[in-house]
Antibody, heavy 114, light 107 residues
Framework: EVNLVESGGGLVKPGGSLRLSCAAS????????INWVRQAPGNGLQWVST????????HYADSVKGRFTISRDHSQNTVYLQMNSLRAEDTAVYYC???????WGQGTLVAVSS | DIRMTQSPYSLSASVGDRVTVVCQAS??????VNWYQQKPGKAPKVLIY???NLETGVPSRFSGSGSGTRFTFTIQSLQPEDIATYYC?????????FGPGTRLEIE
């Protein structure tokens, strides 16, 4: 059974940084396309970033471009989302997903507040 | 960006009813539309992928159809456990975009 587990969320001040992790078990997702999607409290879903082809192709939503960096560690079977210059509007539950958005983790909450 | 609109925004139906949600894309997305069910405090769960494919383990009362710009999601016989918000999403073109959601309640 495939299991995705996000971690690394927490409370951070505006301008601060966090690194989220998406760890996979039950599958070696070295070649999988992995996506990050977020959901602000009480709001809908927003795509954030995608990494494909082992990391050679990366995409970002305009709202996070230049502040967030997606990467992967094949040896750890983990994908990361480094989030810098965080803003209040980045407050959300962050989910990772794979395989055309068919598998999702349980999410990790990021709260940006002074 | 491709805009995904859903209708209705919310609906109330009775157990056993047939429920339909329509998702309209602002441009052709082929069949690259997924439908998700999300319950409070939980991650989205894919029910239908790529337009009409039922995800493994999902009850057959759920179905999806459509291609191009118009997509339909149907629950054939509504059950109490189907109370949730339902989202459509296109994953044909970046940025991938979601519909605003349809909140389903039981009468």
């Amino acid at each position: 059974e495939v299991n995705l587990v996000e971690s690394g969320g927490g409370l951070v001040k505006p301008g601060g940084s966090l690194r989220l992790s998406c760890a996979a078990s039950g599958v070696n997702f070295v070649s999988d396309t992995i996506n990050w999607v977020r959901q602000a409290p009480g709001n809908g879903l927003q795509w954030v970033s995608t990494i494909r082809h082992g990391g050679s192709i990366i995409h970002y939503a305009d709202s996070v471009k230049g502040r967030f960096t997606i990467s992967r560690d094949h040896s750890q079977n983990t994908v990361y989302l480094q989030m810098n210059s965080l803003r209040a509007e980045d407050t959300a539950v962050y989910y990772c997903s794979r395989v055309g958005f068919r598998d999702w983790g349980q999410g990790t909450l990021v709260a940006v507040s002074s | 960006d491709i805009r995904m609109t859903q209708s209705p925004y919310s609906l109330s139906a009775s157990v056993g009813d047939r429920v339909t949600v329509v998702c309209q894309a602002s441009q052709d997305v082929s069949n690259y539309v997924n439908w998700y069910q999300q319950k409070p405090g939980k991650a989205p769960k894919v029910l239908i992928y790529d337009g009409s494919n039922l995800e493994t383990g999902v009850p057959s009362r759920f179905s999806g159809s459509g291609s191009g710009t118009r997509f339909t999601f149907t629950i054939q016989s509504l059950q109490p456990e189907d109370i949730a918000t339902y989202y459509c999403q296109q994953h044909d073109d970046l940025p991938y975009t979601f519909g605003p959601g349809t909140r389903l309640e039981i009468e």
